[in-house]
């Protein structure tokens, strides 16, 4: 087979997965998979910067694989596991809290939104996360990193680190992985509010598909959907001062593969009555088809665990002669 190179990519195992991260990320993960080698890790080790239920975070390791399984992520064809089996990645990590500064830490965004108010109070390991992260895409000398645009900035300390480390030890060791960022177009945003991304931390859930939600569930949600009174406009540029209308045409469009005019073409001139049966139905099209999956998957956890452990195999016979080439340029080990 031929690659055009190596991706490396990771989510966290926390809370249900919706349909912005199933659009914005892992339809994208699922068709890399013809030209690339794809590494897809589950980031438990990232999840535990923030205080987690064990029993939840076992249900979710399981929960978001069976779910990236059946999204279409074809462990056979990629390589996929949960960060923790794979001791190189936080040994990694150790390795470049040596090499990063403090100063580079300190601009990151992420840290300061999430640890909020009372940073004394944040974990280390929340602050030290981007070091993880670079870890994770450089023990496989990953050349290609798919993120959202709020990852953009981790994706570049990454870099920071790699030619670190290169010039510091004056090898040509890590690659500069290239981070191919989602674009805002390809954002989905809230049911509720059109202004406003879709997500998992939304106290509300009518704003939000899960990928587990019934398909009475998609109906009532598309149905209560807020939206404007106006009629669809008959093309694209009509959409521009009407994010809800804007946000469920993109959502169709995104679903179906078709394009918004193409959409319009057809939906302009006509009420939401009608447009809503019509993009309900293509949810639960798409979605219901995966919840199936996911439940046959989750009746049998003990396969989840198989292929988790046999994806961490295939995985640690990248990672362990990598960590040996790092040991040995850094003097912990001879050459
Ligand atoms: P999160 O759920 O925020 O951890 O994000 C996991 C992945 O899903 C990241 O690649 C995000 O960029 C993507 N994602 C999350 N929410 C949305 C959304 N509303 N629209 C598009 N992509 C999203
Ligand atoms: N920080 C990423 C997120 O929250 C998840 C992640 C961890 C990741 N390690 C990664 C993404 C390496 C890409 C590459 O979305």
């Known amino acids: 087979m031929t690659s055009a190179g190596r991706i490396f990519s990771g989510v966290q195992p926390t809370g249900n997965l919706h349909l912005g991260n199933y659009l914005g990320a892992i339809k994208n993960w699922v068709e890399l998979q013809t030209d690339f ?11 535990i910067t923030v205080p987690q239920e064990p029993v939840n975070l076992r249900r979710s390791i399981r929960e978001v694989t069976a779910c990236l399984i059946a999204s279409g992520i074809d462990p056979s064809r990629s390589v ?4 923790s089996r794979v001791p190189q990645h936080a040994e990694l990590a150790w390795v470049f809290n040596c090499v990063a500064r403090l100063g580079w830490l300190n601009r990151m965004t992420q840290f300061k939104e999430k640890a909020g108010m009372n940073k004394e109070n944040a974990t280390v390991g929340l602050y030290a996360y981007p070091t993880l992260m670079a870890a994770d895409i450089l023990c496989y000398k990953a050349t290609h990193v798919p993120v959202g645009e709020d990852q953009k900035q981790h994706l570049e300390l990454t870099r920071d680190i790699a030619l670190a480390f290169n010039s510091m030890f004056d090898v040509d060791f890590f690659p500069q992985p290239e981070p191919q960022i989602q674009k805002t ?16 931390s939304d106290t509300s859930d009518a704003t939000r598909i899960n990928l587990t939600d019934s398909v009475d569930d998609i109906a009532q949600k598309i149905k209560r959907a807020k939206t404007d009174p106006e009629a669809l406009p008959s093309e694209a540029e009509g ?3 009407r994010p ?10 995104g679903l179906s593969g078709r394009t918004e005019s193409h959409i319009l073409a057809e939906f302009g001139g006509q009420g939401f009555g009608v447009f809503k049966p019509a993009l309900a139905e293509l949810v639960v099209d798409v979605i219901s088809p995966i919840s199936q999956k996911m439940n046959q998957l989750l009746a049998e956890p003990d396969e989840i665990d198989k292929l988790l452990a046999s994806g961490a195999e295939q995985a640690y016979a990248i990672t362990g002669p990598v960590l040996e080439d790092v ?5 912990l080990t001879p050459p």
Request: hydrophobic fraction near 45%; charge should be positive.
């Open 327 to 331: 040991k040995k340029i850094i003097g």
């Open 244 to 253: 809800e209308a804007r946000n469920l045409v993109r959502i169709f469009s």
């Open 80 to 83: 996929l596991f949960n960060q």
């Open 239 to 241: 959409l521009a001062d």
């Open 37 to 47: 080698d794809c590494i897809y890790c589950v980031v438990d080790l990232h999840a």
């Open 185 to 200: 177009a390809s954002r989905v945003m809230s049911l509720r509010d059109g202004t406003s991304k879709m997500s998992k």
